[in-house]
């Protein structure tokens, strides 16, 4: 039995919805990121890579990071390494705690909701597949 | 081209696309970037080339943080002209950018225009107004020469009053839905 397909034969409306949901997500992951202690940007990179789906493009992380800083969620020190340049690490500030502990349950009751939603259409796929 | 020169000259590239930010921030943002070319060429052993190609085209990072700053301004201006550019800004980068844009023009020109009909009221009595004739709305603001009867005009100097509270109501929600689309932009920007 064919599953039929709600959306139009354009083959890349899932992939821009996926990326456009992905895109959504990105500032909570970084903020999520530096919830345990301060990292620098490639730091944050490679634990969102590590940790999560979400393979950013490498130049996009320091213009949000320089976006939360001016919106008061993080703040920034300068740290010299052994790498023989400086290298500037980001922390949370009891803003960004905040804010992102709020993004959190938003997304957590968002995503269980869905997920109740989704979880006949799931046990449907399973049963033609 | 040697490794020193080629971290150079993007870096180079970068602070001169980065024209509208301080000359404190400009600076910072180079040696952030200059560090992470470094540590990444060196965490990973790719090549400076691989590197950069990684972090996308000078210009266009730069592009994200001046995006960054002008949306960041004009989500706590209330003047329109900040409001439009960077709602013209935001219409360059697709289709919900240009609706945004549209109605942001839309909606000055009718606050603005319904404001200015109000001011314009005592002057020219007789040529502004809301004109019915029967129950059909024939026209309504300011007009030369005024509609003929039968049309006739129905709110007097009331519509002063209504005019300047319509204008400034609509004036306040255009300006509060550009700032709240702005706001919900910059979270949707980010390149995957």
Known sequence: MAIQRALPADGDQPDRWEAQLRKGAVEMAALASLWQGRLYGLEIIRFLESQSQLALAEGTIYPILNRLKAEGMLTSEWVEAEAGHPRKYYSLTDAGRQRLRQMAEAWTS??????????????QQEKIQ | ?????????????????????TIAEREEIVLEIGAHIRDSAEQTGASIETVLARLGPAEELAAQYRDGLLIRQ????????????????????????IVVFFLAIFGYLMGGGLVLTGLIKPIFPANTGVWFNDDQLVSS???????APPAHEILGMWYIPIALMLGSLTLLLTTFLIRRSLRISQQLQSKL
């Open chain 2, 74 to 97: 004009a989500s706590r201006s209330l003047s329109p002209l900040v409001l439009l550019r960077a709602t013209l800004r935001l219409a360059t980068k697709g289709l919900s950018g």
């Open chain 2, 141 to 147: 603001g300011t007009l030369f020469p005024a509609p």
């Open chain 1, 110 to 123: 968002f995503s269980r909701g869905l997920s109740h939603l989704l979880e006949s259409v799931l046990q």
């Open chain 2, 1 to 21: 081209m040697t490794t020193e020169t080629q971290i150079d000259n993007y870096l180079t590239a970068l602070r001169l696309h980065l024209g509208p930010l």
